[in-house]
């Protein structure tokens, strides 16, 4: 990223520590904290069978399950699904960003429409998402301004309504067009057979209403109740936006359906005709035996607002829309050592900062160093690290010698 996109980048996530600094600090923050930590282990250390309880409730209550073990099975499902559609309408999904769904979507023939705000934005200046819940905090209000003009061939001032209204018309008149809606979900009640998901803009309530609702979700967001899924996204908005409830939470457990005429199930109401559940594996099995704790994230993006790395680097600390360290090492399981050295395995500090930041204290900085590890036993490391080393060995000094001197 250049400069001025970091200092916009580093001017929000400011704003954002101002404004969650009190909030962090209420008793019932701290006491949802430690439930939502103990909610997160123990979903993570029984997470095979929650899956098979979550696919079973699902299926009862009319829910249609595909289990993709990769990002290509994940993507070829969800093309099976839209296939024979012009312009599909999708919500803010990391999970989505992670498989590169709008992409390859579009190479299909397939425009995917985003409805956040702020991944429009982005998805208009083709630019990397900067945090998991505000994708364009890096773009300041006279960028944005002249993204959108530049979109829609008009003058649009740099005003946050002039911009929003201009944005929301457009959606608005391209969602009319849509038959299924895409999105993601926070978290996925086993035992009950439902996907909560939050929202703020309202944008996910119009996808539901859609004929088809696909849901990609990764299989590590499972917790065993509805009632645990509420604390797990109330935590969430606490540390991603500094507010104590979103706006929106819909609870997706089936398709619609009424019992209004003497109690006859009757569906297809106002609702979605089908809704399909794409869970995505993409390494997190692998990640359950060997790194567990990568897996209690709830997606807040704490982690990042204040990481001397992240702040410094931007996106390219990270894989995709799995931003920071952890996304680092995730990166090793969804592909492979290599693309984890090049997401920024030897680029952290190790200080644990990140750690001290996250509502479930996931000790990224430990996994790192452990990987990090196994990586220089397979010769994968930086260049210059290599020379330190040869000299240390060589000189007991980490300079390289010349002319009889240490440079």
């Known amino acids: 990223m250049n400069d001025p996109s970091i200092k916009i980048m580093n001017r929000s996530f400011n704003i954002l520590n101002k404004r969650r600094a009190t909030l ?7 006491a949802l904290k430690k439930r939502v930590k103990k909610i997160r282990e123990n979903s993570i250390e029984h997470l095979p069978a929650l899956l098979e309880k979550a696919h079973e409730n699902l299926l009862n209550n009319g829910i249609e399950v595909i289990m993709a073990q990769d990002a290509e099975e994940a993507r070829e499902a969800i093309y099976h699904l839209v296939k024979n559609e012009d312009m599909v309408a999708k919500s803010k999904s ?9 992409e390859y979507l579009k190479k299909k023939d397939v425009e995917v429409l985003e409805t956040d705000l702020g991944d429009r ?6 630019s990397n998402p900067t945090h998991p819940i505000g994708p364009a905090c890096h773009l300041n209000m006279e960028n944005i301004a002249e993204i959108v003009s530049d979109e829609f061939n008009i003058e649009v001032k740099a005003e ?3 911009i929003l209204d201009v944005v929301k018309e457009d959606i608005m008149g391209k969602i009319s067009k849509c038959n299924i809606g895409i999105t993601g979900a926070n978290s996925v009640a086993a035992e009950d057979g439902s996907l909560l998901m939050v929202h703020n803009e309202g944008n996910i309530s119009l996808l539901t209403l859609l004929d088809l609702h696909i849901i990609l ?9 509805l009632e645990d899924a509420v604390s797990v996204v109330k935590l969430e908005t606490i540390y991603a936006t500094g507010k104590t409830v979103p706006a929106y939470m819909n609870v997706i457990s089936s398709p619609s359906k009424t019992a209004d005429i003497e109690q006859i199930i009757l569906d297809d109401m106002y609702g979605a005709k089908r809704v399909v559940v794409v869970f995505l594996d993409n390494g997190r099995t692998q990640a359950l035996q060997e790194k567990k704790e990568s897996l209690w994230c709830i997606g807040c993006g704490a982690c990042i607002v204040n990481c001397p790395v992240y702040t410094t680097l931007g996106p390219e600390f990270g894989y995709l829309r799995h931003l920071g360290g952890r996304g680092v090492v995730l990166s090793h399981y969804i592909h492979d050592e290599m693309v984890c050295f090049d997401s920024g395995l030897f680029k952290c500090t190790l200080c644990g900062l990140c750690t001290v930041e996250c509502p479930v204290e996931i000790p990224v900085n430990i ?3 452990e990987l990090r590890s196994e990586s220089v036993e397979k010769e994968i490391y930086p260049e210059k690290h290599g020379k330190i080393r040869n000299n240390l060995k060589k000189r007991r000094s980490p300079f390289k010698q010349r002319n009889n001197k240490l440079i």
């Open 24 to 30: 962090l600090q209420d008793k019932r923050t701290i």
């Open 94 to 102: 990391n999970t989505a960003g992670e498989v590169q769904l709008t």
């Open 121 to 126: 934005i982005v998805q208009f200046h083709e």
């Open 160 to 162: 946050p309504r002039a």
């Open 217 to 225: 979700v990764g299989i590590d967001k499972l917790v065993p109740t």
């Open 367 to 369: 996994m790192l160093e």
